[in-house]
């Protein structure tokens, strides 16, 4: 497995200096100065290859080509949007990056309610707690009907949660869940998000797939002609937020956009901390399954807890099987190269808890901590390197 790390560009407090000191190889980031939406040009993606070459790094990854909002919905200007996508992904692949993930999440990218909740020693994990998610839909946000989503006992829960809140607090958790995490899409206010998510939910889950296989059939020969790996990132969390639709939370998901168009440019990346927040998600089985089409991992743990909420573990303790995973990705891997393939699967520690000095600092991107990453990296890479050991 190539070891890779997130940088959020030039701007990022954890330098490509310090990436190289982690001991990653590779690189995963985005042109984010550019607008989503905005056609990427090949020399905006050359200079910024250039840039990460220079270190002794590569870009192994590009972490994300973002979609429009109104690409996913079909509305508006999205024609433009989809030549500008296409033109985006010829350019990667002709400036010589191969693989690109994105996602097909309707409104927000990665929800969290808690960016800061403190664990047994102390460290500072990201949670998403359902009670307060939703707290803030049925009763910040007094979402139309959005009380039939939840149990009424849990939303008696959510109730007493809210009125036990300061004002801060209240702020606080609106923050977390509209205003966008690093490296996600959308940032809303309140009339904003009640737009979009009205849009989204008219469409439900047959339209939004329908839409996303329609931008896989006029994008994935674009992606073969380029030599560009599209890996799809899944929903985080899995399963639906604000009563939106969601179409890439399981295997069965999974199944039907590579079904949808037949190709191995028409991947995913394996988030093993999205689809692991659900239970009856297997992620061994999903890489013995779609193998060949995974281009990319994000190795993270999580702790669910029966309503579903959950928050990020330790990357070797929690409720995923990370030995088992790596092993079974070191096994497609021999695969590979039984088939004379060369490419190895880029990696990467996805978040880290803050540690140290890191709690509470300013400019520490939530989950993209540097001390918490080069734990986990660590860590599996000590996992990577026993498991090669033994299969020798
Ligand atoms: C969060 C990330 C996501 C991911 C995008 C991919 O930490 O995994 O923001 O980059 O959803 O498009």
Known sequence: MQQTWRWF???DPVTLEKIVQAGASGVVTSLHHIPTGA???LAEVQKRKAQIEARGLTWS????IPLHNDLKTRTGNWRELLDNYKESVRNVG?????VVCYNFMPVVDWTRTNLDYALPNASRALRFEMTDFAAYDVYVLAREG?????????LERARARLDAMSDDEKALLEKNIIAGLPGGEGSYDRDGIRAAIAEFIALG????RANLFAFLEEVIPVAEEAGVRMCIHPDDPPFSLFGLPRVVSTADDARALMAAVPSVHNGLTLCAGSFGARADNDLIGMVREFGPQIHFVHLRNIRREADGSFYESEHLDGDNDMVGLIGALLDEEARRTGEGRTDRIPMRPDHGHA???EIGQAGVNPGYSYGGRMKGLAELRGVIHALEHLRR
């Open 94 to 98: 002709a400036a010589g990056v191969h």
């Open 39 to 41: 056609a990427w040009p």
């Open 205 to 208: 889950n047959e339209g939004m």
């Open 9 to 11: 560009g030039p701007d």
């Open 355 to 357: 540690l140290g000095d």
């Open 61 to 64: 990854v590009v972490e994300s």
């Open 146 to 154: 959005a009380e039939h989503d939840y149990d009424p006992e849990l």
